[in-house]
């Protein structure tokens, strides 16, 4: 059966290329028969796709076309699973047409170009035959006869003379042929249900294929599994109790235009509590501007009496923020000090507590604004300190402040380090600073390029600041606090500061550590929890000094302090024992008393004590020998639930023998010397036999604090008597006192084991400890990856005798300050949660003194002999949450690499012959093949860069509290490093690794280490990760797939359903015109253009423009949908090709999406508050123009064009590649080079698009004949 003449036959049609004839054209003969058409073919096309669109928009009523006129079945593309271009089963459709009999042809597309085999006319179309080919292992050839076959992507062609036998046979069975096989389908097995859904995810346009699903599925249960994980396993109890108060902020005025550029962006405001004096303003002056807010008129002269504090909110950060801190610190000093600093006991003083208002900026998302925070914040520090004058204290010796004191939350704590590198930075006027949830060594986003910048350069300058002996830094200390694993924003491994910071200058803390909190928190919590408030804010008190020009202490005692109030002092003895304290002489016979022999420990009370009665009001005293040789015991354990002190019923002395020497030391003495409150009494939490709570209120009471004591014997020279003093009965309970004498290393016990063993077998001890002790500890020195976290189950038997406390258990980390405790052990049936945070990838390694791998130490009551049983397993469900966090930037980094990949596929293909294939099937396709060996090929990076040695910097001897320090830190340490992992003592291990630091960054090359690639240096054992990693992208590259092209298909559906209904109206004309028209004017484009590049160099971020491009390309997507279903057989391959070609183009738009809309949310938020200042980094054309201009040429229908030749088709290849390349090595630490690298693949595909155009051509001939002749030899040469 033939065709007939007006039924062209399909074929393929390249881009601006229109084929049928148009009315007024001419045409020459060509040698085979054909015609060549002088007409234009773009306005040949556009006017018969406007035809054809009014037919099937508005059902022929607007303008008299027929039925007929409607594509065909016949003419849609039909692919080997039985469905259309459409998405639609190909069944027998029959149309009614008067002149013609009903036929159904079933064909698909060739890769090949289509040959002309009939003349064109003004009324006949022109007829195309498809060649025939058969695959071979050379390729495709074209055969003598016309048959059928497939291509290379398995879709069957049939051709003209196979469709006409085909639509003439009536036997039962139909054949087709695949992949070079013959299939029979028999009647008795029909086709598979017709199920919308299930023909929309088979057709070619999703590209939907069993391995596709399987991904998906594994995906998303994987993505559910980590979010699951992250929320609501290995997460600490969140025990914070609120703060109360009642603030009042004054927002001062007189800090206006005059004194910072920035007046009209940002405020400065002063916090005042009910315990705070009154601002001494006269209310005249004071405007009410919002609930608890007040303006302070410009006129008002403010002079502030107390010591300038500057709180800096972090990003969205309110400035009432610092409000439960400021309230404590007030507190703590009006409750406590206000009476003494009358009296001028002391030099203490109330601090005044400013606040910036950022207006809840989005500093982490951009870098200008975190710059512009900085500036503003050396201007708030002049201004403030200009607020002081020399007679503001009573006693005019005292000197005017020189410096702030600087507590800075979030992105606050970035703002406070980056005012040293601003220009307008004053020096000294900042030297102490308190950071909360910083993010201190990388930023929670990469997509900005100016924040990456700003990290760069404080790390320099912070890096040099405490070198040589003009140091910038040598007096700034900086003390860096973390929530914990409660924080899902900042990950606590960015806040570790021992990299950038001397162990003299700074340390960073958690607050599970803290004494008197103990509590995890999360992001925002860190500010408000009461238990955590009350410390900072005593601490913030305890360091400042009117004496000082700076209000604060010296370095070395602001040190000091901030390690006794914020570290927990078990590791590190915080007081020296043989400092001067109060004394007394005790004569023993005057007082009650009893010598004790401490060959068991010593419990109080005493069992069935004949010699005092605990519930006497009479004082007694129980006199402990230290023993003379240090061989047999070398450490003083002791264990209490009193507080010890003047206020507590019991009190720890150190005594000495008045009458004898060190070596004749009686064992009962007569008369000795004793020193109150000298041992460090350590407070830990409470693990009492009754229930009690242990989160306290306000001061802590007994019974709900234990206090602990381990000292050295070596260190108490001099000292012969341990004694606890009773005070009787009328000071309170008697409570309990454990102490002994023990040998530390016989109750430290050492385990080596592996990951591989922990993760199949687990760790178990049975019988720990081996013998009866109040202190023991177990340390694991080879578990030290935080991405792992494990269980602890333990468990006793039971005791026979009553315990005067349950055993307890303290969890401490190598490489931070992070400890936490677990009261109780024995009863927790389903474990404990053991987890930490380690170091942080891309960076060295810093080890704390004395520590290597995770630590427990074990409380117990010595007087129940029945040993612990441990069973340590890893949790590895609850390892999932630790990954969320720490990699959160390769979800966008590998997304974007599936992305480049599958449109390097693609470009292969279509340059090759094929079809431009859809995004999805393509997707299919690299599932089942490509992508599984670039798993295998990421899972080798990882694995050989994982043996590459890591240099951990271990400080073995840190600045000791009461010894002298010098800038740079005078610590021992080892840095163990390099191929063979060998190790080396060296003097000031912390200086060697901040040069080596520099040296690296004053070289580009040097820079580059195989530690920075993929996910950064990590564990053997983790080298499946990036693998993982890489199929959880491509799962969500399907969704993101199935999401953006059901859009474009749903608007395309919706707007041919309102042009049919709404035909004989004005809105289905004009979307009708609209879909028809070919493109706008070239005078209106190159308006509109200008105009959007006026606005991006002078008001609009050139972010904003880019969203304005996608939603242009989105239209320009549906546009190419709509004309693809409408084009007749002779222009369907074209068009289809286009429409796969903007859609795959429009995922990786989406995809640069959140590179963008950032900083669009910053300009966006800007003018909510009326701040229309432009950013200076972000008018850049350059960075723009390409997308715009491909959009405009996408919109004007242009295509990119085949391009077989070996050099377009190898640079196109080699700009992915290289893409590739950089996103396996530097892609997930500098994310934002995204942006910047689709950059150039656009400049490229327009430089494809634009090369086969008359201009191009000429410059092409004109750089060809430049090139030849350079490299002709000259006449000379010869």
């Given at each position: 059966?033939?065709l ?8 393929h049609?390249?881009?601006?290329a229109?084929r049928?004839a148009a009315?007024?054209s ?6 085979n028969?054909g ?26 009523e607007?303008?008299?076309?027929s039925q ?12 080997s ?5 459409h ?12 002149s ?6 079933s064909?698909?597309i060739?890769?090949s ?12 179309p ?7 080919y058969?695959?071979?292992?050379h ?9 059928d ?7 069957v062609y ?16 139909s ?10 389908r028999?009647?008795s ?7 919308p859904?299930?023909r ?8 939907c ?10 995906t998303?249960?994987?993505l559910g599994?980590i979010f ?7 997460v600490?109890p969140?025990g ?12 001062l ?11 009209g ?19 005249s002056?004071?405007t009410?501007?919002?609930s ?10 403010i002079?502030?009496l107390?010591?300038p ?9 309110s ?11 007030s ?12 009296n001028?006991r ?5 601090i ?23 500036q503003?914040?050396n201007d708030?520090?002049a201004?403030?300190?200009?607020l002081?004058d ?7 010796a005292l000197?005017?402040p020189?410096?702030?004191l ?20 004053r020096?000294?006027?900042?030297n ?9 060594m ?7 390029f100016?924040?990456?910048n700003i ?5 320099d ?10 140091a910038?830094l ?6 860096s606090?973390?929530g914990?694993?409660?924080d ?6 960015s ?9 003299s200058h700074?340390f960073?803390?958690f ?7 103990w509590v ?13 408030a ?18 604060v202490?010296?370095l ?12 927990t002092?078990?590791?590190?003895h ?5 400092a001067s ?30 010699t ?8 007694h005293l ?14 003083l ?5 009193h ?7 019991l ?7 008045v ?22 009494a ?18 802590p009471n ?16 001099n ?9 009787g009965?009328?000071?309170g309970?008697p409570g309990?006192?454990i102490a ?8 430290t016990?050492t ?7 922990l993760?199949?077998?687990?760790f ?5 400890p ?5 202190v ?20 006793r038997?039971?005791?026979h ?5 349950n ?9 931070m300050n ?19 945070h380690?170091d942080i ?6 080890q704390l ?7 427990f ?16 397993q890893?949790d590895?469900y609850?390892?999932?949450g ?7 930037m ?8 599936v ?7 693609q470009?292969?293909?279509?340059n090759?012959?094929e079809?431009?294939?859809?995004f ?25 860069q ?6 951990t ?5 840190p600045?000791?509290?009461?010894s002298?320090?010098h ?14 992992g ?14 080596a630091r520099?040296?690296?960054?004053e070289?580009?090359?040097s820079a580059?280490r195989?530690?920075?690639a ?15 990693f890489?199929?959880i992208?491509?799962?969500?590259v399907?969704?993101?797939w199935?999401?953006l ?5 749903g ?8 042009s ?29 253009t200008i ?5 991006v160099?002078t ?10 491009a996608?939603?242009?390309?989105i ?32 995922v990786?738009?989406?995809l ?5 809309l ?16 432009p ?8 960075y ?5 201009f491909?959009v405009?040429?996408v ?6 064009p085949?391009t077989?030749e ?5 640079i196109t290849?080699?700009?992915?590649n ?6 396996i ?7 934002w ?6 950059r ?7 430089v ?11 410059v092409?001939?004109?750089?060809e004949?430049?090139?030849?002749a350079?490299m002709?030899?000259?006449?000379k040469r010869?």
């Amino acid at each position: 059966m033939s065709l007939h003449d007006d039924e062209p036959r399909l074929g393929h049609q390249l881009p601006n290329a229109d084929r049928s004839a148009a009315p007024h054209s001419h045409s020459d003969s060509l040698p085979n028969g054909g015609t060549k058409d002088h007409s234009d073919p773009g306005l040949a096309q556009s006017r018969a796709l406007h035809v054809k669109l009014q037919s099937h928009l508005f059902d022929g009523e607007s303008n008299g076309t027929s039925q007929a006129a409607l594509p065909r079945r016949s003419d849609r593309i039909r692919y080997s699973n039985g469905f259309t271009e459409h998405g639609s089963p190909s069944f027998h459709h029959h149309e009614k047409k008067p002149s013609l009999p009903t036929r159904r042809l079933s064909t698909t597309i060739h890769s090949s170009a289509l040959s002309p085999t009939a003349t064109a006319s003004p009324t006949s179309p022109t007829q195309y035959s498809l060649p025939s080919y058969s695959h071979s292992a050379h390729g495709h050839r074209p055969q003598d006869k016309e048959q059928d076959g497939a291509d290379s992507a398995g879709r069957v062609y049939t051709t003209a003379a196979a469709a006409s036998s085909s639509a003439s046979s009536s036997s039962s069975l139909s054949s087709t042929r695949v992949n070079g096989r013959s299939r029979t389908r028999s009647k008795s097995h029909p086709e598979p249900p017709n199920i919308p859904l299930m023909r929309a995810c088979q057709s070619p346009s999703f590209g939907c294929s069993f391995s596709m699903a399987i991904v998906f599925v594994v995906t998303l249960s994987l993505l559910g599994c980590i979010f699951h994980s992250n929320f609501y396993h290995q997460v600490d109890p969140n025990g914070c109790m609120y703060t109360y108060m009642q603030p009042k902020y004054f927002k001062l005025l007189g800090f206006d235009r005059e004194r910072t550029a920035f007046a009209g962006k940002y405020g400065l405001l002063l916090f005042r509590d009910q315990y705070d004096y009154k601002l001494p303003v006269p209310a005249s002056m004071l405007t009410e501007y919002s609930s608890s807010v007040y303006t302070v008129d410009k006129e008002a002269k403010i002079q502030p009496l107390g010591i300038p504090a500057l709180f800096i909110p972090g990003n969205a950060g309110s400035a009432k923020q610092m409000r439960s801190i400021a309230k404590e610190a007030s507190k703590y000093y009006y409750e406590n000090l206000a009476e003494s600093q009358r009296n001028g006991r002391t030099l203490s003083r109330p601090i005044d507590f400013f606040t910036l208002d950022f207006n809840e900026e989005f500093s982490a998302l951009h870098g200008h604004s975190l710059l512009e925070q900085a500036q503003f914040l050396n201007d708030a520090i002049a201004y403030i300190l200009s607020l002081y004058d020399d007679n503001r204290h009573t006693d005019p010796a005292l000197p005017r402040p020189t410096s702030v004191l600087l507590f800075g939350h979030s992105m606050g704590g970035i703002v406070a380090r980056t005012l040293f590198t601003m220009s307008n930075y004053r020096p000294g006027t900042v030297n102490t600073i308190l950071t909360a949830a910083t993010p201190h060594m990388v930023p929670p986003v990469t997509l900005d390029f100016e924040i990456s910048n700003i990290y760069d350069q404080i790390e320099d300058f912070w890096s040099r600041g405490y070198q040589g002996p003009d140091a910038v830094l040598s007096n700034v200390s900086l003390v860096s606090i973390a929530g914990g694993n409660l924080d899902i924003i900042v990950n606590g491994e960015s806040g570790n500061i021992h990299n950038i910071v001397p162990q003299s200058h700074g340390f960073s803390v958690f607050t599970s550590s803290i004494p008197h909190a103990w509590v995890g928190s999360d992001h925002v919590s860190i500010l408000w929890c009461n238990q955590i408030a009350i410390v900072l804010g005593k601490t913030l008190i305890d360091i400042v000094d009117a004496s000082y020009p700076e209000q604060v202490k010296p370095l070395e005692e602001r040190m000091k302090i901030f390690r006794n109030r914020l570290l927990t002092g078990i590791d590190d003895h915080l007081e020296d024992p043989l400092a001067s304290k109060d004394e007394e002489v005790i004569v023993v016979a005057e007082i009650a008393h009893t010598v004790v022999d401490l060959d068991e420990p010593f419990v109080y009370p005493l069992k069935a004590s004949t010699t005092h009665d605990v519930d006497s009001e009479v004082p007694h005293l129980y006199v402990i020998p230290i023993p003379r040789s240090y061989r047999d015991v070398d450490t003083l354990n002791l264990l209490t639930d009193h507080q010890l002190g003047p206020d507590s019923r019991l009190d720890l002395l150190l005594c000495s023998d008045v009458f004898s020497d060190d070596e004749a030391a009686s064992t009962t003495p007569s008369r000795i010397l004793c020193r109150y409150n000298t041992l460090s009494a350590i407070p830990i939490p409470a693990s009492p036999t009754t229930t009690i709570a242990t989160l306290h209120f306000g001061k802590p009471n007994r019974g709900q604090e234990f206090r602990f004591v381990s000292q050295k014997l070596e260190d108490l020279d001099n000292v012969h008597y341990v004694a606890v003093l009773d005070r009787g009965r009328k000071i309170g309970e008697p409570g309990f006192l454990i102490a002994e004498f023990a040998v530390e290393a016989d109750n430290t016990f050492t385990a080596e084991t592996t990951t591989w063993k922990l993760l199949n077998d687990g760790f178990r001890v049975h019988g720990f400890p081996d013998r009866p002790s109040l202190v023991s500890a177990l340390r694991l020195p080879n578990i030290d990856n935080s991405l792992l976290t494990y269980t602890l189950t333990v468990d006793r038997q039971g005791c026979h005798v009553p315990e005067r406390f349950n055993p307890m258990l303290r969890q401490s980390s190598w490489t931070m300050n992070e400890d936490r405790y677990s009261i109780d052990i024995t009863s927790k049936e389903s474990g404990i949660d053991i987890n930490f945070h380690g170091d942080i990838p891309y960076f060295e390694r810093v080890q704390l003194p004395g520590k290597k791998g995770i630590e427990f130490r074990f409380w117990m009551d010595p007087s129940c002999p029945v040993p612990l049983s441990l069973n340590l397993q890893v949790d590895k469900y609850g390892s999932l949450g630790k990954v969320m966090i720490r990699y959160r930037m390769v979800v966008l980094v590998f997304t974007f690499l599936v992305v480049v990949l599958t449109l390097r596929a693609q470009f292969r293909g279509f340059n090759k012959g094929e079809p431009f294939l859809p995004f999805g099937m393509m997707l299919s396709r690299l599932t089942r093949t490509t992508f599984l060996k670039f798993s295998a090929l990421l899972a080798v990076i990882a694995l050989v860069q994982s043996l590459q040695a890591k240099t951990t910097v271990v400080f073995e001897n840190p600045v000791s509290p009461f010894s002298s320090s010098h800038p740079g830190g005078d610590a021992v340490g080892e840095i163990i490093g390099g191929p063979d992992g060998a190790r080396r003592t060296d003097q000031g291990a912390y200086e060697r690794m901040i040069a080596a630091r520099i040296a690296r960054s004053e070289s580009w090359f040097s820079a580059i280490r195989p530690g920075d690639a993929l996910l950064g240096g990590n564990d053997t054992f983790f080298w499946f990760l990036a693998p993982v990693f890489f199929q959880i992208a491509i799962g969500i590259v399907i969704l993101i797939w199935i999401i953006l092209n059901g859009l474009v298909r749903g608007v395309a559906g919706l707007l041919t359903f309102v042009s049919k209904k709404g035909g004989r109206f004005m809105i289905g004309k004009a979307i009708g015109n609209m879909l028809s028209k070919r493109s706008r004017g070239v005078r209106r484009r190159i308006i509109t253009t200008i105009i959007l590049f006026i606005m991006v160099a002078t008001f609009v971020p050139y972010q904003f423009a880019f969203v304005v491009a996608v939603l242009v390309h989105i239209v320009s997507c549906v546009r190419s949908l709509l004309i693809a279903q409408a084009s007749t057989s002779s222009q369907a391959q074209a068009a289809w090709d286009r429409h796969h070609y903007l859609m795959s183009i429009f995922v990786m738009f989406f995809l640069l999406l959140p590179c963008t809309l950032p900083v669009l949310m910053v300009w966006i938020r800007n003018l909510s508050v009326q701040w229309y200042e432009p950013f200076s980094s972000d008018h850049r054309l350059d960075y723009i123009a390409p997308f715009i201009f491909f959009v405009e040429a996408v919109t004007d229908g242009a295509m990119v064009p085949r391009t077989p030749e070996k050099g377009y088709a190898a640079i196109t290849n080699g700009i992915l590649n290289l893409i590739t390349v950089f996103l396996i090595m530097f892609g997930v630490r500098y994310s934002w080079q995204i942006f910047f690298m689709s950059r150039i693949w656009i400049v490229w595909l327009l430089v494809l698009q634009l090369k086969d155009t008359e201009p191009a051509a000429r410059v092409t001939r004109a750089v060809e004949s430049r090139v030849r002749a350079l490299m002709r030899p000259s006449k000379k040469r010869k």
